[in-house]
């Protein structure tokens, strides 16, 4: 396994992490290691959260069925 080692990291950071290692009942460390694999990771619920956000934010908000009954009564299909 490797090692990371990070510097400079402000008191206040170190400290939100000791809080959430502990609210999580982990040590700093494995908070970090699992921080470091759910964001470069990701979990299936994030990817299926992301995908929903794609799908909804590449709807569209024009309503086609209108052209498309119109090309068809035009072309005579039915």
Known sequence: MAQLTVRKIGPELVGALKRRAAAN???????HREILRASLLGTEQDFAARARALRQRLRSSVDSSDTIRADRDRDGAA
């Open 25 to 31: 009942g982990r040590s700093a460390e494995a908070e």
